[in-house]
C-alpha cells in the first residue's frame, strides 16, 4: 500500500487501550504522498494523502524495510523505514455482526468498511 519513512508518532493510553498515529512520509514510487495510520492497540486505518486506503477488519501491517519484522504499534518509532501492506480479514468478520464489533464504525470512523481486496 505504501513505503517511507516514519516521521512522527503520537500515543496515549486512555480507558486500558495504546491509542494514537503514526505519520509516514513517502519514498521512492510514494515519494511526495503522506500516510497516517490510526491506532488503537492494532493498525485501524490506514490513510493516504487524508483519504482511507485500507481499515479494520482488513488487517494493516508495517514491516521494517531493513529487517523484514513486523512492527507493532508499541514499537513503532521515528525514522524507521516501512512498508504498508494490508491482509484479507478473516470471513467472520465481514458479516453484518463482526462489521458491527469491528468495523471502522465500532472505532468511531465515519465511513462503512470496504476491502482492499474488493474488486
Same mark, same amino acid.
Given at each position: 500500500? &505504501? $513505503?517511507?519513512?516514519? /516521521? ?11 491509542r494514537?498515529?503514526a505519520? %509516514? =512520509?513517502?519514498?521512492? *514510487?510514494?515519494?511526495? $504522498? +503522506? +500516510?497516517?495510520?490510526? &491506532?488503537q ?8 494523502d *487524508?483519504?482511507?486506503?485500507? /481499515?479494520?477488519? *482488513? ?7 531493513? $529487517?523484514?519484522? +513486523?512492527?507493532?504499534?508499541? #514499537?513503532?518509532?521515528y525514522? =524507521?523505514? %516501512? #512498508?504498508?501492506? +494490508?491482509?484479507? /480479514? ?16 465500532a &472505532? ?6 470496504r $476491502?482492499?481486496?474488493? =474488486?
Amino acid at each position: 500500500l &505504501f $513505503s517511507g519513512k516514519v /516521521s512522527a508518532v503520537e500515543r496515549r493510553t486512555t480507558e486500558g487501550f495504546l491509542r494514537g498515529r503514526a505519520t %509516514v =512520509q513517502g519514498l521512492g *514510487d510514494d515519494r511526495g $504522498s +503522506a +500516510a497516517t495510520i490510526d &491506532f488503537q492497540n492494532e493498525w485501524l486505518v490506514f490513510w493516504r494523502d *487524508d483519504v482511507p486506503a485500507a /481499515s479494520t477488519p *482488513d488487517l494493516i501491517c508495517l514491516i521494517d524495510n531493513d $529487517s523484514g519484522e +513486523a512492527i507493532g504499534t508499541e #514499537t513503532v518509532r521515528y525514522g =524507521q523505514r %516501512v #512498508t504498508v501492506i +494490508a491482509l484479507p /480479514s478473516p470471513a467472520i468478520f465481514l458479516t453484518e455482526a463482526g462489521l458491527n464489533h469491528v468495523g471502522p464504525r465500532a &472505532f468511531g470512523y465515519d465511513f462503512d468498511f470496504r $476491502s482492499v481486496f474488493a =474488486q
